[in-house]
């Protein structure tokens, strides 16, 4: 097997998933000044440092997703953060988009952009270390949204963003979300899901990428936000497993979810939920991003005496969510949290 289908394969490993703590700068420094930490490069590191270094979290979590930023910086000690995360056996990634743009003719809708000189940021990266990337694509559901020309455009871009990582030998994180804003119900998010992965793989296809090696991240097929009726978990996930199965190749190791918003233990639940349904042709796992790092966020609150229990706090939800992806969640394991 090829190190790029290794490296993808070991991303998916069973019982384990990947943290998202890539947060571009602007979004970060939003999130912290939130919690009350007033934003910098500085609190930026400390915040990442305290993630990265968490015990134990090496039991639950493949690999790690970092910005431009973070990659550069070190944690405490000065070992830089890919070689900080490689040495517990955790693979470090990259986000390597530049973020969602108006999308020209549809300039409520967005296209992701950073192709241009992708290559050779790709490069670099690889030479620091980075074992996979990460570009998202953003699809908002609305009043004619989303259109063909915006699902078009961020699945081309989705597919050669992926092209360019294999050939950088880089395994790609391919993420297409449709996003939960809305009062739509959970049956336009199944069929804007569904032509949403239709056209990325055709994209993904058409621009030679090999689907052994890359994994999927894609959300959940749930209600949206505003939405009055609410599905039950066994909804969610019968809706979620139907549309992979009727639009993801079964030659894709692993399909990661990222959490979209959903408050963290639902998104745990959601996950054990689909595991319920037995077995299917990829690995379900997990890609989270606030469902895994809010309550640690909200514990830390840049304090350094407070450093211990975000830890606990990250490494509880971490466990939970690898217990989910294993198919041995149960809300048994919540009061550890205490
Ligand atoms: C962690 O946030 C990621 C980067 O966001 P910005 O570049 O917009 O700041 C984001 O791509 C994230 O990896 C995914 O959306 C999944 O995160 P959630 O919180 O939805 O699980």
Same mark, same amino acid.
């Given at each position: 097997?090829?190190?790029?289908?290794?490296?993808?394969?070991?991303?998916?490993?069973?019982?384990?998933?990947?943290?998202?703590?890539?947060?571009?700068?602007?979004?970060?420094?939003?999130?912290?000044?939130?919690?009350?930490?007033?934003?910098?490069?500085?609190?930026?590191?400390?915040?990442?440092?305290?993630?990265?270094?968490?015990?134990?979290?090496?039991?639950?979590?493949?690999?790690?997703?970092?910005?431009?930023?973070?990659?550069?910086?070190?944690?405490?000690?000065?070992?830089?953060? +890919?070689?900080?995360?490689?040495?517990?056996?955790?693979?470090?990634?990259?986000?390597?988009?530049?973020?969602?743009?108006? $999308?020209?003719?549809?300039?409520?809708?967005?296209?992701?952009?950073?192709?241009?000189?992708?290559?050779?940021?790709?490069?670099?990266?690889?030479?620091?270390?980075?074992?996979?990337?990460?570009?998202?694509?953003?699809?908002?559901?609305?009043?004619?949204?989303?259109?063909?020309?915006?699902?078009?455009?961020?699945?081309?871009?989705?597919?050669?963003?992926?092209?360019?990582?294999?050939?950088?030998?880089?395994?790609?994180?391919?993420?297409?979300?449709? $996003?939960?804003?809305?009062?739509?119900?959970?049956?336009?998010?199944?069929?804007?899901?569904?032509?949403?992965?239709?056209?990325?793989?055709?994209?993904?296809?058409?621009?030679?990428?090999?689907?052994?090696?890359?994994?999927?991240?894609?959300?959940?097929?749930?209600?949206?936000?505003?939405?009055?009726?609410?599905?039950?978990?066994?909804?969610?996930?019968?809706?979620?497993?139907?549309?992979?199965?009727?639009?993801?190749?079964?030659?894709?190791?692993?399909?990661?979810?990222?959490?979209?918003?959903?408050?963290?233990?639902?998104?745990?639940?959601?996950?054990?939920?689909?595991?319920?349904?037995?077995?299917? +042709?990829?690995?379900?796992?997990?890609?989270?991003?606030?469902?895994?790092?809010?309550?640690?966020?909200?514990?830390?609150?840049?304090? +350094?005496?407070?450093?211990?229990?975000?830890?606990?706090?990250?490494?509880?939800?971490?466990?939970?969510?690898?217990?989910?992806?294993?198919?041995?969640?149960?809300?048994?394991?919540? +009061?550890?949290?205490?």
């Amino acid at each position: 097997m090829d190190q790029l289908t290794q490296t993808a394969r070991a991303l998916v490993a069973p019982g384990k998933g990947i943290l998202a703590a890539d947060e571009s700068v602007g979004t970060m420094s939003k999130r912290l000044e939130a919690a009350g930490v007033p934003a910098s490069p500085q609190t930026r590191r400390a915040y990442r440092d305290l993630l990265v270094t968490t015990p134990g979290l090496d039991e639950s979590i493949s690999g790690v997703i970092l910005c431009d930023e973070t990659l550069r910086q070190s944690v405490a000690g000065g070992t830089p953060f +890919p070689r900080a995360c490689a040495a517990r056996g955790i693979v470090p990634g990259i986000k390597v988009d530049t973020g969602a743009k108006p $999308l020209a003719g549809n300039p409520e809708e967005s296209v992701t952009e950073g192709l241009d000189g992708l290559r050779e940021r790709l490069e670099e990266y690889a030479e620091m270390g980075a074992g996979f990337a990460k570009w998202r694509g953003v699809i908002t559901i609305g009043d004619g949204q989303p259109t063909r020309s915006c699902l078009v455009a961020n699945a081309h871009a989705l597919a050669r963003y992926a092209a360019l990582c294999q050939e950088a030998g880089i395994v790609p994180i391919v993420e297409p979300e449709v $996003l939960m804003d809305g009062d739509h119900g959970i049956e336009r998010c199944a069929a804007v899901s569904a032509d949403a992965l239709h056209t990325v793989f055709a994209q993904l296809i058409e621009q030679g990428v090999a689907l052994e090696s890359m994994v999927l991240k894609p959300n959940m097929i749930v209600a949206g936000k505003g939405c009055c009726e609410q599905p039950s978990a066994a909804q969610v996930a019968a809706a979620t497993v139907g549309v992979l199965r009727r639009t993801v190749p079964a030659a894709v190791p692993g399909v990661a979810f990222l959490s979209g918003g959903q408050p963290p233990a639902v998104a745990t639940v959601h996950l054990q939920a689909m595991h319920a349904l037995g077995p299917q +042709p990829w690995v379900l796992t997990f890609s989270f991003g606030r469902a895994l790092v809010d309550p640690a966020l909200a514990a830390w609150r840049g304090e +350094p005496g407070n450093v211990e229990l975000a830890q606990d706090t990250l490494a509880h939800r971490a466990r939970c969510n690898a217990a989910a992806a294993a198919g041995r969640y149960s809300d048994e394991l919540e +009061p550890a949290a205490a």
